[in-house]
């Protein structure tokens, strides 16, 4: 089984930043293909944010690029979105996820293996 744990969420301006963490632990916690995030807005459904390879290749959802970058800390087992010029329609619970398996670009996480319990991310106007 693989723990992934999320912090760095909280409640920051518009026009502000922060900086998610999604540490990852268990037995396989190593063997993954991607890790990337997901976020989920009140009454809308789950959409990707971001991905990163084993390999280090990046992809981003287009309401995003530019503003936030995802990178990985093999040492720790980690993986870090940082997240700036944030809009108020950034605000979401944004959740990490790792994927086992070869997906494509176009959709780089596909269905994902493991799940982390979710952070809020909330911007103010």
């Known amino acids: 089984q693989v723990q992934l744990v999320e912090s760095g969420g909280g409640l920051v301006q518009a026009g502000g930043s922060l900086r998610l963490s999604c540490a990852a632990s268990g037995r396989t916690s190593r063997n993954y293909y991607a890790m990337g995030w997901f976020r989920q807005a009140p009454g809308k459904e789950r959409e990707f944010v971001a991905a990163?390879?084993?390999?280090?290749?990046?992809f981003y959802a287009n309401s995003v690029k530019g503003r936030f970058t995802i990178s990985k800390d093999n040492a720790r087992n980690t993986v870090i979105l940082q997240m700036n010029s944030l809009k108020p329609e950034d605000t979401a619970v944004y959740y990490c996820?790792?994927?086992?398996?070869?997906?494509?670009?176009?959709?780089?996480?596909?269905?994902?293996?493991?799940w982390g319990q979710g952070t809020q991310v909330t911007v103010s106007s």
């Open positions: 996820a790792m994927s086992l398996l070869y997906y494509s670009d176009f959709e780089p996480l596909g269905s994902p293996n493991y």
């Open positions: 990163i390879r084993w390999s280090g290749s990046t």
